[in-house]
């Protein structure tokens, strides 16, 4: 056996290891397994479970050794492949050759598709489904929808409108900020912007890292994580935001719906509704074309998608960044399948990456919501229910007396999240309400839980 993986067998109760290596089986790798152990994190791999088990799919899972000590693991597996060592975006040509050997040799049958849930695994999974020879999205459309600065400069060379992004380089003696284009070559510092400035991680994802300047003499107040490089700079767009659901299939964006956002001041999303309705996005956007432009731009093929956008006030579009994994927090599967009811969310995905033809898309009759309770960071002392909910609404409490949580991006933590399914959006808004107005959640504010 190569020493660049461990073979660790993980199944499920009254599974029988020595079968698995002379079956003729199908396998689905997944990569990626463990989870930080939210209840949505938790649905995005039992879905996928629940479709390969419809399928009768095994799954061979593949991570690092030192994720798997630290993390959740939401899903029983039939098989899984170790990777020494702590977690990193991409393994080498041997390491990637030992991990597939190892797959192969202990998954009888045949792999028939590769994917990840989770966006830092998106570049491992590109790289082993090339090497197993199953469908994925080119590493280089992966490196290129990760870095923003990149994808922004893709983007605007294909006529899509993009506000002004930067590279910060470092600084130089007098303290003064370094710029780079989006080949990482020095430019002059960018010209005034009328909104101020959001400066984020270059290659990060989600909410942490993300700050908001009106000026860029603000920026070496910062820190120096910022100034040393791996972070961006990017005009800050008016407007409200959004983000486009579905699947891309061989190049092609079925549509699933489109998700209205909530932020609070430190541009933490603290709840979604879907779909998002015309009095939103009018028509005149012409937002489907868009998108596949962007799509075609990017050269992204296959998989879910994720794509996020703005609508300024003057009813223009503006494309932000594109992920190839479901939408974060309760988006997808939960809303998606709500306001889709029927809709097979990862047996479409699954059935894709296969190259099998899908039915169509099940109408959208619903409108649903989900929305998180924020409190100050701390430790956790009592949660409670004051009242009662309203009908069709769920709670996901996300502590227990004697956790800590922690701030989202050094401001408050999310202690709980609601999630509603009705007939029209005000009726999912004042669900949502409801439930949250019910929800009690005692923190003892100290330290511990701040980034």
Same mark, same amino acid.
């Given at each position: 056996m190569?020493?660049?993986? &461990?073979?660790?067998?993980v =199944?499920e109760?009254?599974s029988?290891?020595?079968?698995l290596?002379?079956?003729?089986?199908?396998? &689905?790798?997944?990569?990626?397994?463990?989870?930080?152990? #939210?209840?949505?994190?938790?649905?995005w %791999?039992?879905?996928?479970?629940?479709?390969?088990?419809?399928?009768?799919?095994?799954?061979?899972?593949v991570?690092?050794?030192?994720?798997? @000590?630290q993390?959740?693991?939401?899903?029983?597996?039939?098989?899984?492949?170790?990777?020494?060592?702590?977690?990193? #975006?991409?393994?080498g040509a041997?390491?990637?050759?030992?991990?597939?050997?190892?797959?192969?040799a202990r998954?009888g049958?045949?792999?028939v598709?590769?994917?990840?849930l +989770?966006?830092?695994?998106?570049?491992?999974?590109?790289?082993?489904a090339?090497?197993?020879?199953? *469908?994925?999205?080119d590493i280089?459309c992966?490196?290129?929808?990760?870095d923003?600065p990149?994808?922004?400069r893709?983007?605007?060379?294909?006529? /899509?409108?993009?506000?002004?992004? =930067?590279?910060?380089?470092?600084a130089?003696?007098d303290?003064?900020p370094?710029f780079?284009?989006?080949?990482?070559?020095?430019?002059?510092?960018?010209?005034?912007?009328?909104?101020?400035w959001?400066?984020k991680p270059?290659?990060?994802?989600? #909410?942490?890292?993300?700050?908001?300047?009106?000026?860029?003499?603000?920026l070496?107040?910062?820190?120096p994580?910022?100034m040393?490089?791996?972070?961006?700079?990017?005009e %800050?767009?008016?407007?409200?935001?959004?983000?486009v659901?579905?699947?891309?299939?061989?190049?092609?964006v079925?549509?699933?719906?489109?998700?209205?956002?909530?932020?609070?001041?430190?541009y933490?999303?603290?709840?979604?509704?879907?779909?998002?309705?015309p009095?939103?996005?009018?028509?005149?956007c012409?937002?489907?074309? @868009?998108?596949?432009?962007?799509?075609?731009a =990017?050269?992204?093929r296959c998989?879910?998608?994720?794509a996020?956008?703005?609508?300024?006030?003057?009813?223009?579009?503006?494309?932000g960044? %594109?992920?190839v994994r479901?939408?974060?927090?309760?988006i997808?599967?939960d =809303?998606?399948s709500?306001?889709?009811?029927g809709?097979d969310?990862?047996?479409?995905? /699954?059935?894709?990456l296969?190259? @099998?033809?899908l039915?169509?898309i099940p109408? *959208?009759?619903?409108?649903?919501?989900a929305? %998180?309770?924020?409190?100050a960071a701390?430790?956790?002392v009592?949660t409670s229910?004051?009242?009662?909910?309203?009908?069709?609404?769920?709670?996901?409490?996300?502590?227990?007396?004697?956790?800590?949580?922690?701030? /989202?991006?050094?401001?408050r933590a999310?202690?709980?999240?609601a999630?509603?399914?009705?007939?029209?959006?005000?009726?999912?808004?004042?669900?949502?309400?409801?439930?949250?107005?019910?929800?009690?959640? +005692?923190?003892?504010?100290d330290q511990?839980?701040?980034?």
């Amino acid at each position: 056996m190569s020493p660049a993986v &461990a073979r660790t067998p993980v =199944l499920e109760e009254g599974s029988d290891w020595m079968s698995l290596s002379g079956d003729t089986s199908a396998w &689905a790798v997944l990569v990626g397994v463990t989870a930080s152990g #939210s209840h949505a994190s938790a649905h995005w %791999f039992q879905g996928f479970l629940a479709s390969c088990r419809e399928r009768n799919l095994r799954i061979c899972g593949v991570d690092f050794h030192e994720p798997l @000590q630290q993390g959740v693991t939401p899903i029983p597996v039939e098989c899984l492949v170790t990777v020494p060592g702590p977690y990193t #975006s991409e393994l080498g040509a041997e390491q990637i050759a030992a991990v597939v050997e190892e797959i192969r040799a202990r998954c009888g049958g045949q792999v028939v598709l590769s994917t990840a849930l +989770r966006e830092n695994y998106q570049l491992l999974n590109s790289q082993l489904a090339q090497a197993l020879g199953t *469908m994925a999205n080119d590493i280089a459309c992966i490196r290129l929808i990760q870095d923003k600065p990149a994808c922004r400069r893709a983007l605007r060379q294909a006529g /899509v409108p993009q506000p002004q992004s =930067l590279r910060i380089l470092g600084a130089a003696a007098d303290g003064a900020p370094l710029f780079g284009d989006a080949a990482g070559t020095g430019v002059p510092a960018p010209r005034p912007a009328r909104g101020g400035w959001i400066v984020k991680p270059a290659t990060g994802m989600g #909410s942490v890292g993300v700050h908001r300047i009106a000026s860029l003499d603000e920026l070496p107040d910062l820190g120096p994580e910022v100034m040393a490089g791996g972070y961006c700079l990017e005009e %800050f767009v008016t407007g409200a935001e959004f983000s486009v659901e579905g699947l891309t299939v061989d190049g092609r964006v079925r549509v699933y719906t489109t998700t209205a956002k909530m932020i609070n001041e430190r541009y933490v999303e603290t709840g979604h509704l879907q779909p998002a309705g015309p009095d939103r996005i009018p028509a005149s956007c012409h937002l489907e074309e @868009q998108l596949q432009t962007c799509i075609d731009a =990017l050269g992204i093929r296959c998989g879910h998608l994720h794509a996020e956008f703005w609508v300024t006030p003057e009813d223009k579009v503006v494309w932000g960044e %594109f992920h190839v994994r479901q939408g974060g927090d309760f988006i997808a599967p939960d =809303l998606v399948s709500a306001v889709r009811p029927g809709l097979d969310f990862y047996g479409e995905l /699954v059935d894709s990456l296969r190259g @099998q033809a899908l039915g169509p898309i099940p109408q *959208m009759s619903r409108h649903a919501g989900a929305r %998180f309770l924020e409190t100050a960071a701390g430790t956790v002392v009592g949660t409670s229910l004051d009242g009662r909910i309203p009908a069709g609404t769920f709670i996901y409490w996300e502590c227990r007396p004697g956790e800590t949580v922690h701030a /989202v991006n050094g401001l408050r933590a999310r202690a709980a999240a609601a999630l509603a399914c009705g007939d029209d959006e005000p009726a999912v808004e004042a669900m949502l309400a409801g439930a949250i107005d019910a929800c009690d959640v +005692r923190v003892d504010v100290d330290q511990t839980g701040r980034e």
